[in-house]
Every structure is written in C-alpha cells, then in structure tokens.
Nanobody, 121 residues
Framework: QLVESGGGLVQSGDSLCLSC???????????MGWFRQAPGKERKFVAA???????LYTDSVKGRFTISRDNAKNTVDLQMNSLKPEDTAVYYC?????????????????WGQGTQVTVSS
C-alpha cells in the first residue's frame, strides 16, 4: 500500500511537502516515483528515486522540487518550493519492484490514491 499526505491549497511561490508511506510488499529496495495529473490531462512524471538514492526529475520541476526517501521508515517525500499555478494537480506516489529510476507510469505496479495540490496565482 501507498498512502500520500501533505497536499493542500497554497499561493504561488509557497512551498509544500508531500509524503508517501509504503507498507505491505513494498519494501525499501523498490524505486519510488511521484506523478501528477491535472484535470483533463494525462498522468505525468514528476520525480523518481532509486533504492540507492539516485534521482530523476522532469525538466519543469528541476531546481524547485526535491525527492528524498527514508528507507528505515519506508517513506518518500517530495519537497516542492516556488510553486506555480501550473503545478496544480492530483499528485500520486508510485512504486516499482525494480530498483532503478523510471519515468513512464506503466512501469509502476503500485499506486497511491493521490493528494490534491492547488496553487493559486
């Protein structure tokens, strides 16, 4: 299971930290990712982290978002700074049994329910 938390309504330029707690068969040697889906649009890659800490980001969030993980707690965080209205979306945490980073949604077998992030201008 994956459970996201930390979403909310903020203003442009504000920060939010999303957290994802993994349990069950999702262990710390899984790679984890964050995706987002705006209304009427496809689910898109945001960031990913391997079991060893290698990270990957989509270009639009580089320098603003940071993905990190705590393998002891089996959690993954997404620190989002300098938020923009175009960051508004439902954010999903995902996990895959391969330890390498991956940016395609179909490569992830496990998904959370999502958490809404709304950035007002």
């Amino acid at each position: 299971q994956l459970v996201e938390s930390g979403g909310g309504l903020v203003q442009s330029g504000d920060s939010l930290c999303l957290s994802c707690a993994a349990s069950g068969r999702i262990s710390s040697n899984f790679s984890m990712g964050w995706f987002r889906q705006a209304p009427g649009k496809e689910r898109k890659f945001v960031a990913a982290i391997s079991w060893s800490g290698q990270t990957l980001y989509t270009d639009s969030v580089k320098g603003r978002f940071t993905i990190s993980r705590d393998n002891a707690k089996n959690t993954v965080d997404l620190q989002m700074n300098s938020l923009k209205p175009e960051d508004t979306a439902v954010y999903y945490c995902a996990a895959r049994s391969s330890g390498s980073v991956h940016y395609i949604p179909s490569g992830y077998a496990y998904w959370g329910q999502g958490t809404q992030v709304t950035v007002s201008s």
